[in-house]
């Protein structure tokens, strides 16, 4: 199924339970979420019936205790791993009911994902770093990479490898990849975890920006309130479920 | 992981290193035992100016000048048809110092000097003849011996009697070969002043004649050994840097608690030397097993080879488990020097940093360039310059060194260029990669590249010495039929017999006799003038008409090892001592005469027995139609009771020269296939130990939509590739080391060099050999990874690891 091609009409027409403001049409759609750990011979539920809706354009914090199941849920969504029971939509993409294949081309041609350790390939410069995700999914376009190089202010820096750049420097090239491909949804693990408050407030501006320039869906998984209460929307999840 | 792989290339390292030490400890215990017979080459002796016998008189006369001599005469007898060497000593004054004669000599004196005396023979030698102790056998030309008696002390292949029954039995009348010299124990006239200018000293050498020609071969297994032995070691190096690398986190956490860096080393250290232990137990018990499964053929190539005599049972010492036990733990610690000195200069607070480490390592790549390339030219200047042994096999070593040295920046310069001509950003990431892993696949990939080497040059060497073989033994083995009567008066009844039968068209009669020349024992082969023998007789260089020539006596034709040994050529002129006088002989055609370890040369039969009238008259060919051949002899079978040994057609003889050829080269193939067996474990443990470290460079990879299924792939192409470029780099290498080995290293050590033969589908499929191992190697961690949990690649992103 090639899910990317659905008409504009179709996003904006799509359903819309939870009531968001933004009159958007919905890029992500969780239903009744749940999913169960082994973990010292016990089954710990982790999530317990989890229900999300994100509009495209907006942008949320998802904020928690640890262990309360922010990344596990975030995992979820972008197919790196499978859920128990529920349902989840990508547009009208059912990430769930996806063969492992199906879900990997969805990950490279409609997410962007950011992580909290950068993740960076350490064989490749930043500029082969941050074209990669769009040239493997054959939608490279040079005048929005050469837009994302001069926002994420990168220009100097194309030739270094991962390595030679500093934290902040590091998830500007991270979130430029996560957006080089123009996803339907970025999703964001702690992105400003490892860094100082200063450059984190500086990563996430740009993010902002970033997002609201291409109009895709922002979902951040973040322990800060200060930095939750940036973004259009917070949800919280306590003990499995949205509170 | 670790720890298995630690053990596995410990192990390896140790087993064959120690396997082939045992095997070389035999042989020297062999060789120790065939030296100390009456005085080899450790015992200083008196012997003939030119190295023919002299009068016993002599003895006499020095003995009273004060001289501690003992005679010895020694010459060959047969025995139902085989040859032995006999050794006439005289008991009394036998030096103690030989070897461990005086036992021999005294145990028994009376029964030994008086009539019929003993004869003294090593426990095989009863075997071989099938006799019990006690039993008094008969010379091929009938005289009766005294009876054998066992001394194990001593060697195969010996007998030892009296000396007045030595010289009843050659023929020799008061005439000795050589006066073995004791500790003097008083003053003594100038050897001059009693014997003139008749005899010189001959010093003592602390290494036998056999040792020094089965140099090569045991350097050859030493060899064999140390590239096995290093190879493990990689693997240990190998598995030692990644347990380093996986503990860094702890070892930071130590540091930062207080522990000091000294305190952290030495605990590593214990703890290696105590897993080195152990693995050096195992790694002997296995080199026991594989010494003790390898001594059959060694002990039959040293044998076709050399004709050295090595028991088939394996002894070993003490010594050779410290040994093993200490090499084990050197290697160890050897290949854990590396990570040990980080281990000592951590950083505290530094991360990890591939790419700044590639460009440290792309310095140190230029460096072991240049070392290469040094190690080269020195390779080159010992091919130019050296003459000897010991320099071919530093050329073989040199270039296989230089060679390992100069793969990975080679390596590295073909993924580069891969990498920027490469556009798709697959595939500049596949390059790119490749280029980073190499650091931890180099090592790996150097025992690959030696390992395929050798065994190129080796299969090729042997390869083109089987084919050698066989067409020589075409024109060697020119009669159909050959026979070897038990003694001269069947001889004589066989052949006329023989006379009789229509189907025989001729009897070439063919005999053997030894001699001393220039300082070592020879072989002259007795031809009869027969163009059997001018038409088929394969000479690889000649005078005009040599056959022609040898015809009145006074020409020769000489072995390529003689040749080369005493560079000696056509037209050159040699005086052979006989029992009447020094017989001249101009040399007029140089034959191959591969396998054989003596010296050689070939005469006109009927003027070798003018000149040694007491040879045996036993041996000799047959001219038969084919297809008579079985019909004549089941006849000779049945008329004069000739065994196997005694009767065989030319397709038996040949069938048994290329099974002995082939068990020759046994060994060598075997420790191919162990070394081949080892780099590819080097490979398998460098894949797995990397594979786990390669999780968070591959994470990112599948995160961002690359199927785990197609990360494995790629992963195995990229195995697979540097695997290719390195088999590739191997076929010229090895070709090369054949070269060496044929055209200097076989030169110097047998004394006949080969023609140099390339078998291109030898080294396809010995390439597709590599590809398979390594395919093997790389399909445990490829399949991991593909089938590989998506927990397990989540884990990296995980916040709190």
């Given amino acids: ?243 | 992981m670790q720890l298995a792989t630690l053990l596995i290339g410990l192990v390896s390292a140790t087993a064959l290193w120690s396997g082939v030490q045992a095997l070389n400890a035999q042989a020297r215990i062999s060789y120790d035992r065939a030296a100390a017979t009456f005085g080899g080459a450790r015992t200083a002796m008196l012997v003939g100016r030119d190295d023919t016998s002299f009068p016993q008189a002599l003895f006499v006369d020095l003995r009273r000048a004060g001289w501690p001599v003992s005679p010895v005469l020694e010459g060959r007898i047969q025995i139902g048809g085989r040859s032995f060497r006999l050794l006439g000593i005289e008991p009394v004054t036998l030096p103690g110092e030989v070897g461990n004669a005086p036992t021999v000599g005294r145990s028994g004196l009376q029964s030994f000097v008086t009539p019929p005396g003993e004869m003294l023979v090593a426990p095989e030698v009863l075997a071989d003849l099938n006799l019990q102790e006690g039993a008094r056998p008969s010379t091929s030309s009938g005289t009766l011996l005294p009876p054998l008696r066992v001394q194990p002390q001593l060697a195969p292949g010996v007998l030892v009697v009296d000396i007045g029954i030595a010289q009843q039995l050659m023929n020799m009348p008061d005439q000795v070969s050589r006066l073995l010299i004791g500790k003097a124990k008083g003053p003594r006239a100038a050897l001059e002043a009693v014997a003139g200018d008749r005899l010189r000293l001959v010093e003592p050498d602390a290494e036998s004649d056999l040792e020094r020609l089965t140099d090569s071969f045991h350097l050859n297994l030493t060899a064999f050994g140390l590239l096995s032995f290093v190879v493990g070691l990689f693997i240990v190096n190998s598995a030692i840097g990644l347990a380093f690398e996986q503990r860094r986190p702890m070892l930071r956490t130590l540091r930062a608690c207080g522990v000091s860096a000294r305190m952290l080393n030495a605990v590593l250290v214990i703890e290696l030397v105590a897993l080195a232990l152990i693995a050096g137990i195992i790694g002997l018990v296995c080199g026991y097993v594989i010494a003790a499964s390898l001594l059959p053929d060694v002990a039959a190539s040293l044998r076709g080879l050399y004709g050295a005599q090595i028991p088939g049972q394996l002894t070993l010492r003490g010594e050779w488990w410290i040994a093993g036990l200490a090499i084990s733990v050197l290697g160890a610690l050897a290949a854990a020097a590396a990570s040990l000195t980080k281990a000592a200069r951590l950083p505290v607070l530094v991360a990890a940093q591939p790419q700044a480490w590639q460009q440290a390592q792309q310095r140190w790549l230029m460096v072991q360039s240049a070392v290469a390339l040094a190690v080269f030219a020195s390779a080159g200047f010992l091919l130019l310059y050296g003459d000897s042994l010991v320099s071919g096999f530093a050329v073989l070593a040199a270039l296989l060194l230089a060679a390992a040295l100069l793969l990975p920046a080679i390596l590295e310069r073909v993924l580069s260029l891969g990498q920027r001509s490469a556009r798709r950003p697959l595939a500049v990431w596949f390059w790119a990669d490749s280029r980073q892993q190499l650091s931890g696949l180099s090592l790996a990939l150097m025992a690959l590249l030696l390992a395929l080497a050798v065994n190129v040059g080796v299969g090729t060497m042997v390869e083109s010495f089987s084919r050698t073989f066989v067409g020589w033994l075409d024109g060697r083995l020119a009669a159909d039929v050959y026979v070897n009567a038990k003694d001269d008066a069947q001889a004589t009844a066989i052949k006329a017999w023989l006379r009789g039968r229509a189907e025989v068209d001729a009897i070439l009669p063919g005999g053997r006799a030894d001699a001393q020349f220039r300082g070592a024992p020879i072989e002259i082969l007795g031809l009869p003038d027969h163009t059997t023998y001018s038409e088929h007789w394969p000479l690889l260089e000649s005078s005009a008409n040599p056959w022609v020539r040898l015809r009145p006596g006074d020409a020769t034709l000489i072995s390529e090892q003689l040749s080369r040994r005493l560079k000696l050529g056509i037209g050159d002129r040699i005086e052979v001592p006989t029992p009447g006088g020094n017989w001249p002989l101009e040399i007029v055609g140089v034959y191959a005469d591969y396998g054989n370890p003596k010296g050689q040369i070939a005469v006109n039969y009927a003027a070798l027995t003018r000149r040694f009238p007491g040879i045996p008259a036993t041996r000799f060919g047959l001219q038969v139609a084919p297809p008579k051949i079985p019909a004549l002899l089941s006849a000779l079978r049945e008329k004069f009771d000739l065994g196997d040994r005694s009767l065989a057609d030319q397709a038996t003889m040949k069938a048994e020269s290329k099974r002995i050829f082939n068990r020759t080269f046994a060994v060598t193939a075997a420790l191919n296939t162990f070394t081949l067996g080892v780099a590819g474990i080097a490979l398998l443990t460098s894949l797995l130990t990397l594979s786990n470290s390669r999780l968070p460079q591959l994470a990112p990879l599948w995160a961002i939509g690359i199927t785990r299924r197609r990360l494995a792939a790629i992963e195995l192409t990229k195995t697979l590739s540097v695997a290719l470029i390195t088999a590739l780099l191997a076929l010229p290498l090895g070709l090369a080391v054949a070269w060496c080995l044929i055209a200097v290293v076989n030169v110097k050590a047998f004394g006949w060099r080969l023609p140099f033969h390339v078998f291109p589908q030898q080294l396809l499929e010995l390439l597709g050999v590599a590809m398979a191992a390594s395919l093997l190697a790389a399909l445990l961690p490829v399949l991991k990874l593909a089938r590989m949990q998506p927990a397990s690649l989540i884990k990296i992103f995980a916040d709190e690891r």
């Fill in chain 1, 1 to 243: 199924m090639v899910y990317w091609a659905i008409p504009a009409r179709a996003l904006k027409e799509a359903s819309n339970p939870l009531g968001i403001a933004t009159g958007n049409p919905i890029v992500l759609s969780v239903r009744n979420l749940t999913k169960t750990y082994r973990s010292a011979g016990e089954q710990v539920a982790v999530l317990r019936g989890v229900n999300l809706d994100i509009a495209a354009g907006e942008r949320v914090a998802l904020t928690g205790e640890s262990g309360s199941g922010k990344s596990t849920l975030l995992h979820l969504i972008a197919g790196l791993d499978a859920a128990d029971g529920g349902e989840i939509k990508l547009a009208d993409a059912d990430v769930a009911g996806l063969s492992d294949a199906g879900r990997a081309e969805l990950r490279r041609d409609r997410l962007g994902l950011v992580f909290q350790q950068f993740n960076l390939i350490p064989s490749l410069s930043v500029q082969d770093n941050l074209a990669f995700q769009s040239r493997i999914a054959g939608r490279h376009d040079a005048a929005w990479h050469a837009e994302l190089v001069d926002r994420l202010g990168l220009g100097a820096l194309l030739k270094r490898y991962p390595e030679q750049l500093s934290g902040g420097q590091q998830q500007r090239v991270a979130i430029g990849r996560a957006l080089a491909t123009k996803p339907l949804l970025l999703l964001a693990d702690e992105p400003t975890g490892n860094l100082d408050e200063a450059t984190a407030d500086d990563v996430l501006a740009l993010t902002r920006d970033l997002v609201t320039r291409t109009g895709c869906g922002f979902l951040m998984v973040t322990h800060s309130e200060r930095l939750a209460a940036t973004l259009d929307r917070r949800i919280h999840l306590h003990a499995g479920l949205i509170a």
